[in-house]
């Protein structure tokens, strides 16, 4: 990196550590196939990450506030399952969405509360969160995936607009809000504020709590948001879907260069991180990388990745 | 008082000897889990071959945990038992099967294979012949023509996948016309094949067909096949419920159909065969079938 001028790219680049190794790993893929840099290509990628880009968006706000949501993954097939039986019940894909959302947000209250009010640690109650959100989907649905290959809902998963596909349409509406909400809002500087030194926050009036709590339901209904955009993709609702879903999420967040630690965080960030998850698994696939390999593979880059991200940022500092 | 206990071991005791000389030859089957269709499936071919062969059967449901299933196989052996039919948790019924045997009783493992060689006999499917099938199958339907395949396999590392993939890597070689384009994995996940399938069909569109190693990745590359717009044909295995509606509906190729309800009354005929001084095949591995939109009706309730 030393031979580098400090152009305005290699400047660009030091003060957004994740957009550099976004840019390396762009650079690499296109360079190891022909048929990565391509517009096709490029719309599955982003429409293939706007599952975990909208789960990964709530989950930025809850690590920030030095929390985790283990539950991410069984929720969405908890709000998918549950909006499905009030599709095939009421016909309605309308009503089976917004119950779905709801139960997203009563979720994530229960998450919510446990952590901002009883004080249990959010590791804990989200972790308890995830059996028992997974136990119902499979105790509502018996257990069995429910299809349906007509309603409205699949515009959501399968629709496009001008040619953009409606999934994308929703994660970009939902990254552009998520942003305004931390960087221009009370509510945004109260999340940056409670993560970063709580006591701090309660001393200077903010309702720690209540904050706490917010961020729990707002990732649970976005979570059940995204559990939308999967059932309408799929067609079907499932009770066992979405496992491992909150490990990447929580790997996204991090690659985003939002700290566990809590305080510190971008919306852009979980964005790119988003991408750079989704290109790493979208280049394995076209260049046909072995299975077993992958996974090793796909650890070494995230890891490389972080260092990367930190060198670059202690460069500029 | 003492005279209704006396009257109580009276019967007991004559309940006791009228099962030992009169009553039908007791066999007793433990089944990992009957929550799960494909082995209620099995047991209820126990059940209905053991009345065809006048057995009397007790069917153990370990509901899936191993501690359950050695509970429930040495109460079993205090019952005078004469055959154990056994569909194993895991490797832990290896030893339960051994202490049957170590008693005289003979032993069928059915569809989990428990230390091939020490039990008297296997009635089951095999993964690495359910992959050498499917290739098999598949040549059969092209009649020599050249076709390039993608492959969608199951979850690294877990058996059943890796002993497919074995199945189907040996067979390739007989088939020069099969040409594999990409291998992948969908971690047997409908959620997650499905952008997996979608990133191959728009590397490889030559791509002819997606042989997937079960039925929820093939639904998944049925979603993405479809969001591209694509015509390819899809094969997955299990037979599911809506995967066997897809193939009805002409969407899913052909899905590939167990049959656990004749691996439950094959270890009962066996049982039998044994019990009348007969030999039985030490391994015997059953046939699947091969489900299209032509023969579902059949496999459809």
């Not at chain 1, 998520?178 to 960087?183: A, E, N």
């Not at chain 2, 499936?41 to 945990?65: C, P, R, S, W, Y």
């Not at chain 2, 996948?161 to 996940?189: C, H």
């Not at chain 2, 037979?239 to 052909?254: H, I, Q, R, S, W």
Request: charged residues 15%.
């Amino acid at each position: 990196m030393k031979m580098l001028p400090r152009s305005g790219l290699s400047k660009f680049m030091s003060r957004y550590g994740s957009f550099g190794v976004l840019f390396v790993i762009t650079l690499a893929m296109s360079l190891a196939n022909k048929s990565f840099l391509t517009v096709p290509n490029l719309v599955n990628v982003a429409r293939q990450v706007s599952i975990n880009t909208i789960i990964s968006a709530g989950m930025t706000f809850i690590i920030i506030t030095s929390g985790i949501d283990l539950s991410v993954g069984s929720l969405v097939a908890l709000s998918s399952c549950v909006a499905m039986i009030i599709i095939e019940a009421t016909g309605s894909s309308l009503l089976g969405i917004v119950t779905g959302i709801l139960i997203g947000g009563a979720a994530g209250a229960f998450n919510g509360a446990f952590v901002a009010w009883a004080g249990i640690p959010p590791f804990i109650v989200t972790l308890a969160g995830l059996t028992i959100y997974r136990g119902i989907a499979l105790i509502i649905t018996g257990g069995t995936p429910i299809i349906r290959f007509e309603g409205g809902f699949r515009s959501l998963g399968q629709g496009a607009l001008l040619g953009i596909p409606v999934p994308v349409i929703i994660m970009i509406i939902v990254v552009i809000f998520m942003h305004f909400l931390l960087t221009r809002t009370a509510f945004g500087t109260h999340v940056y504020s409670v993560g970063g030194n709580e006591e701090a926050s309660r001393l200077s009036g903010i309702k720690v709590a209540k904050v706490k709590f917010q961020v729990y339901v707002m990732g649970g209904m976005l979570t059940a948001l995204a559990g939308m955009v999967l059932m309408g993709r799929l067609s079907s609702a499932q009770p066992n879907t979405g496992e491992g879903f909150e490990l990447d999420a929580i790997a996204t967040v991090i690659l985003g260069g939002t700290s566990l630690m809590g305080g510190r965080g971008t919306i852009w960030g979980t964005l790119v991180g988003a991408f750079i998850i989704g290109i790493l698994n979208n280049g394995f696939n076209l260049m046909a990388v072995d299975a077993h390999f992958q996974l090793v593979a796909k650890g070494v880059i995230i890891l490389l990745a972080v260092l990367l991200d930190r060198y670059l940022k202690r460069k500029q500092a | 008082m003492k005279g209704k206990k006396l009257l109580l071991i009276a019967a007991a005791l004559l309940l006791t000897t009228s099962t030992l000389f009169a009553a039908p030859p007791l066999i007793a089957f433990s089944v990992s889990t009957t929550s799960n269709p494909f082995y209620a499936t099995m047991a209820q071919g126990v059940k209905d071959e053991a009345k065809v062969l006048g057995f009397d059967v007790i069917v153990l449901d370990a509901q899936n945990k191993i501690e359950k299933q050695v509970a429930d196989v040495e109460d079993a052996l205090t019952k005078n038992i004469k055959v154990l039919l056994i569909n194993g948790v895991d490797d832990g019924a290896i030893p339960l099967a051994l202490k049957a045997l170590a008693k005289g009783i003979p032993v069928m493992a059915l569809q989990r294979n428990l230390n091939q060689g020490n039990m008297t006999a296997f009635i089951g499917t095999n993964n690495v012949v359910l992959g050498e099938q499917l290739i098999h199958w598949y040549a059969s339907t092209l009649g020599g023509r050249v076709s390039k395949v993608l492959i969608l396999t199951g979850t690294p590392g877990a058996a059943s996948s890796e002993d497919r993939i074995k199945g189907i890597n040996a067979t390739l070689p007989k088939y020069p016309n099969i040409q594999v384009l990409a291998s992948q994995t969908g971690y047997y996940d409908r959620a997650k094949s499905l952008p997996v399938a979608e990133n191959m069909l728009l590397r490889f569109p030559e791509a002819e067909a997606i042989l997937c190693l079960n039925d929820e990745m093939a639904m998944g590359a049925l979603a993405a096949a479809s969001s591209m717009n694509k015509k390819v044909k899809i094969t997955g295995m299990d037979a599911n419920p809506d995967a066997l509606k897809a193939v009805a509906e002409g969407k899913l190729y052909m899905t590939i159909a167990l049959p656990p309800y004749d691996i439950g009354r094959i270890g009962v005929q066996f049982a039998k065969d044994i019990l009348d001084g007969k030999q039985v095949q030490a391994m015997k591995i059953m046939d699947v079938s091969f489900v299209t939109e032509q023969n579902v009706g059949q496999f459809r309730k």
